[in-house]
Every structure is written in C-alpha cells, then in structure tokens.
C-alpha cells in the first residue's frame, strides 16, 4: 500500500499496520515521519525497540529476523527498525525482508520500521521492494521544491504561533528566508526554531527574518540545471556562486549545463525533421520536471541558437580543462557563469 508523506498522520489516528516503509533523501522529513510512527506505536502499548543499520554487503540478518521471531506469550509489544543507508540491501537481505514480511503477517505484537534513501525505479521493481508495498505500507518522502519552500516555512512558523507580515511585504520575506535555505531543509528547520527563540508570537516583519537567518543554502548541479531551463536568472546566479564557494568542480557544473544544451539540440532537430515534440523529448530520454521545462522552452529556441550555445559549451569545454579560449574568460567559473547566463536568458526571454 503506498501513501502519501501528507496523509501519515490521518492514516495512524485510525490504527497501526505492521510494518512501515520510508524512502527519500530529505533527513529532516524522514526523521519526523519516523517519530510520528514511534509515537502511535508508543501510545498502542509497543514499548520495546532494536534498531538495525545495514552496512554491507556482510551484513548478519540473522539478527534481524530473531528479533522479529522472538517474541514470546509475555513479551512486550516491540518496534523493530532497519535502516539501509545504500537503498541494496543485497541477495540475503532480500530474501530475508520477503521473510520478514512473511514473519510479520498477523502479529500484532510486531511492528517493523524500514528506512530506505531514494529508490530509483529499477530497485523499486525489486522482489524485496514489492514485498514491502504489498504487506504493509509505502511512504516516498518527496523534497520541498522551491516553489513550494515559501508555504513550507509560512507552515512551520505558524506550527509555533509565528507569520510574516501580510501583503508584500510577508511575500518578500518569505522569499528572502527561502533563498537562504534552499537545498538545505535540516537548517531551515533549526533557523525556524531559532525564531521562537529570538522573536515573541505574532508577526515577524523583513527585517526580524533579515537579522535573524543565516545563508545556509545548498545546490546541486541539478537543481541548476532547473534555474536555468526555467530562466531564473538571479537564483542561477545565486546557485553558481554557491556552488563555487562549496568547492563543486567546475566540470561537473559545466557537463550539466552542456547536456541541456545538447539535448535542447537534438529535440530541436527531430522536431524540424516533422516529430512531434512528445516523441522527440521521449527519444532523448526527457521526462519529469525537465520535460515539462523542455517543452516550455523550446518554442522560443531556434535552432541557429542553439547552435551557438552548443558551440559556447564547446568552448567553454576546453577552458574548465585549462585551455584558453580567444574572447573568452580564462578563470573557468567566469566562462560557466556566461554560458549559463545565456542559456538561462534565451529560456527567459518572451
């Protein structure tokens, strides 16, 4: 059974199952899943708990399946956790999950917790995976995108009696305190606490969020790669000089822009050879959020203009493996701020 991360809470107030799935990479939101769990398995009486972490391939699942196994007429009702930090848990381990949930049908005294990273699709089709959606029940914890950052602070500050100011000025603020969290939910949770702590209840206004948050942003290359097909021309900036004071290698960053710009090409040119957009973007393995931004974008891109482009990545190729390049930046972090900067224009423009 798969459920949304957002109807856990409704789910449990109508009683515990006996065995839960997590999977994402967003600590913060999977820790407090985790918590709701435990704390409706506490108040049904599960007072015991073992928690196991998988590391390896070595790893003794023996272990695992006596604690589910031993429990006795007289014994507490126990919480059993396994944590699989690589998301593989390996041959033994899938025969001993199948096993588990096997073991954990009808046992009411048995509830099992299992943490999992972000599953691609592959290890989601898996034997072990499916055994865990059909016997019990299937969380994906999905990151907050940025879009959506600035309702998911305004939530949390209202959890303690905390908002911004209405009108403009609440909207500026709270886009402020997102462009200063971004990529980095687990700080953004400890700069809304340190609120409580600085600030009374009641309205916060810019500057009380100003003073008060610190930058502790973090990128991704692929988080750029959206700014740019979106045209987000401040936050790339913003994101590139992030990801250089991060020590991201300039390679990488270059690779992401370069592949946007070479796939945005090709769909351009299958698109001139009669295919129509939908098959294009599926033969060049375009799909999700990216999708969407491709097809948003390529009706203003011509394919003169990405040409060009594709000749600027060219370029820039050779500087970022320390070559020089005749009218162009040497220092590689300035030729990918230009290239980006055009690819993001030309996505922006009307």
Not at 65 to 76: H, N, Q
Not at 108 to 130: E, H
Not at 288 to 308: H, M
């Amino acid at each position: 059974m798969q459920l949304a991360a957002g109807q856990l809470a409704q789910h449990l107030s109508r009683g515990l199952r006996g065995l839960y799935t997590l999977h994402g990479d967003e600590p913060l939101l999977i820790q407090e899943a985790a918590d709701t769990i435990r704390a409706a398995a506490r108040a049904a009486g599960f007072t015991e708990r073992t928690a196991h972490t998988v590391a390896g391939a070595h790893f003794d699942w023996s272990e695992v399946l006596a604690a589910g196994g031993s429990l006795s007429l007289f014994a507490d009702k126990q919480i059993v956790e396994i944590r699989i930090p690589t998301g593989k848990p390996g041959k033994d381990g899938s025969a001993a999950i199948q096993q588990l949930c096997e073991q954990g049908q009808g046992n009411d005294d048995l509830l099992t917790l299992v943490i999992l990273p972000r599953l691609d699709k592959a290890t989601r089709s898996g034997a072990w995976f499916g055994a865990l959606e059909r016997h019990g029940v299937s969380i994906a914890i999905e990151p907050i995108e940025r879009s959506a950052l600035p309702q998911w602070l305004a939530q949390r500050l209202a959890q303690q009696d905390q908002r911004v100011k209405p009108g403009v000025e609440g909207q500026r603020s709270l886009q402020f305190f997102a462009d200063r969290v971004e990529g980095n939910l687990l700080a953004a949770h400890q700069e809304i606490q340190k609120l409580a702590l600085l600030y009374p209840q009641g309205e916060l206004g810019f500057e009380d969020i100003e003073r008060a948050v610190l930058n502790v942003a973090r990128y991704d290359v692929f988080k750029l790669s959206e700014a740019v097909l979106a045209g987000q021309q401040a936050r790339v900036l913003r994101m590139l000089g992030g990801l250089q004071a991060e020590g991201e290698a300039p390679v990488l960053v270059h690779y992401s822009l370069s592949e946007d710009i070479r796939a945005l090409k090709r769909v351009r040119d299958a698109m001139g050879d009669g295919r129509p957009m939908p098959m294009a973007l599926r033969e060049q393995r375009v799909w999700g959020v990216r999708e969407r931004l491709f097809e948003r974008v390529l009706p203003r891109l011509d394919a003169t203009l990405l040409a060009d482009l594709l000749l600027q990545a060219h370029r820039v190729d050779g500087i970022v493996k320390g070559l020089k390049q005749p009218d162009w930046p040497t220092d590689p972090w300035q030729a990918l701020h230009r290239l980006a900067m055009g690819l993001c224009g030309a996505c922006a423009a009307r």
